[in-house]
């Protein structure tokens, strides 16, 4: 079985930064997929970023510049830099792991961003 911990959200003013950690452990395989997803109040959840084992990154058109995603293989960990925070920002981020099988989720870290 496959869990996913994340850690590091909070509340930070416009302008801010916060650092998003998420560490899984478990049955994983080597080639996958890790992530970071969000979902606001009334919203879907959309994808944030994500990195390939091998470190090719793709970004939601609205963190580009902003926030930078990086992983460390030897410790299963992804994390997430968020700088330039937004209030537009503010949502549930949640940690995903993709793999050949199947999607596996992290409970949620709130990140709330006031203006």
């Known amino acids: 079985q496959v869990q996913l911990v994340e850690s590091g959200g909070g509340l930070v003013q416009a302008g801010g930064s916060l650092r998003l950690s998420c560490a899984a452990s478990?049955?994983?395989?080597?080639?996958?997929?890790m992530g970071w997803y969000r979902q606001a109040p009334g919203k879907q959840r959309e994808l944030v970023a994500t990195?390939?084992?091998?470190?090719?990154?793709t970004y939601e058109a609205s963190v580009k510049g902003r926030f930078t995603i990086s992983r460390d293989n030897a410790k299963n960990t992804v994390y997430l830099q968020m700088n330039s925070l937004k209030p537009e920002d503010t949502a549930v981020y949640y940690c995903?792991?993709?793999?050949?099988?199947?999607?596996?989720w992290g409970q949620g870290t709130q990140v709330t961003v006031s203006s």
């Open positions: 995903n792991l993709h793999t050949s099988r199947r999607d596996y």
């Open positions: 478990g049955s994983i395989f080597t080639i996958n997929v």
């Open positions: 990195i390939t084992t091998g470190g090719t990154t």
